[in-house]
């Protein structure tokens, strides 16, 4: 089974940082794309960025509203996809997922999300 | 960035009922689209890849189609438990981008 746990949200003031971490098991991490998504209360999803699995030299890509600011790296040894966000601002207060990317294309699993709320 | 335009934004419809979700890529993104259901606390949990492929152990009640810049996602016989937020995204070209949901609700 699937399984993606994160953590590491909560409150920081702007101009901080926070680190994400999720924890991937169920299926062999290197193989896989992975991706951050987040969510502000009762709006759509956004895309942050994806990173490559190890056929692919685990590059990454980011959404330039983020690029910058936030990047995605990865633990092949624990299973563990990591979001390091810094100069934090209101407007990234959301709940932040993170997901499996199948094929290198589609988010297929989801996990749980935490969040982050930014404010002083 | 590739701009997903959805509609509608919300929709109420009886139990029984077949409902139609539209999405509309700014531009051409050759079936590299993907459905979610997202119900309240939880989740977005894949129904549709590549516009018309059912994820595994989605209900066949579902289905995607479309082409070019159009794409829809229909659902038969509604169900109570497929009361939920919908969100279409392409994933043709980066950044990935996501429409701005549909909220369906029971009459």
């Known amino acids: 089974e699937v399984k993606l746990l994160e953590s590491g949200g909560g409150l920081v003031q702007p101009g901080g940082s926070l680190r994400l971490s999720c924890a991937a098991s169920g299926f062999t991490f290197t193989d896989f794309y992975m991706s951050w998504i987040r969510q502000p209360p009762g709006k759509a999803p956004e895309w942050l960025g994806v990173?490559?699995?190890?056929?692919?030299?685990?590059?990454?890509e980011y959404n330039p509203s983020v690029k910058g600011r936030f990047t995605i790296s990865r633990d092949n040894t624990q299973n563990i996809l990591y979001l390091q966000m810094n100069t934090l601002r209101a407007e990234d207060t959301a709940i932040y997922y993170c997901?499996?990317?199948?094929?290198?294309?589609?988010?297929?699993?989801w996990g749980q999300g935490v969040m982050v709320t930014v404010s002083s | 960035d590739i701009q997903m335009t959805q509609s509608p934004a919300s929709l109420s419809a009886s139990l029984g009922e077949t409902v139609t979700i539209e999405c509309r890529a700014s531009e051409d993104i050759y079936n590299g689209l993907a459905w979610y259901q997202q119900k309240p606390g939880k989740s977005p949990q894949l129904l549709i890849y590549n516009a018309n492929s059912l994820h595994t152990g989605v209900p066949s009640r579902f289905s995607g189609s479309g082409s070019g810049t159009q794409y829809s996602l229909k659902i038969n016989s509604l169900q109570s438990e497929d009361v939920a937020s919908y969100f279409c995204?392409?994933?043709?070209?980066?950044?990935?981008?996501f429409g701005g949901g549909t909220k369906l609700e029971l009459k």
């Open positions: 997901a499996r990317v199948l094929y290198g294309s589609y988010p297929d699993y």
């Open positions: 995204q392409q994933y043709y070209d980066y950044p990935w981008t």
């Open positions: 990173i490559r699995n190890k056929a692919n030299g685990y590059t990454t």
